[in-house]
Nanobody, 123 residues
């Protein structure tokens, strides 16, 4: 069992930066693929980024590529999402998720979810 708790959301102006953190409980954190998703009001939950557990290969949605960076610290059981050059369209609730799958393809492949943290980008 893995429990995830996100933090770091808030209100920021367009062009600004935020860093989200997600701390996990559970002894097998280092063996899970970790992902970030977001959901804007009235929209479906969408993939943002993921990071593998072994060689920490990262993968990003095209909409955030070059602006967001996902990283993990297995010693601290924490995954981060550094968000730079934020845009109003990045406004959403951001969720971290964990899965034992090496190459998860959709949100349905993730077994564990945090409660979410709100990110609001003003224009």
């Amino acid at each position: 069992q893995v429990q995830l708790v996100e933090s770091g959301g808030g209100l920021v102006q367009a062009g600004g930066s935020l860093r989200l953190s997600c701390t996990a409980s559970g002894r097998t954190f280092s063996t899970y693929t970790l992902g970030w998703f977001r959901q804007a009001p009235g929209e479906e939950r969408e993939f943002v980024a993921r990071i593998g557990w072994g060689n920490a290969i990262t993968y990003y949605a095209d909409s955030v590529k070059g602006r967001f960076v996902i990283s993990r610290d297995n010693a601290e059981n924490t995954v981060y999402l550094q968000m730079n050059s934020l845009k109003p369209e990045d406004t959403a609730v951001y969720y971290c998720a964990a899965t034992a799958k090496i190459y998860p393809r959709t949100a349905y492949d993730y077994s564990y979810w945090g409660q979410g943290t709100q990110v609001t980008v003003s224009s």
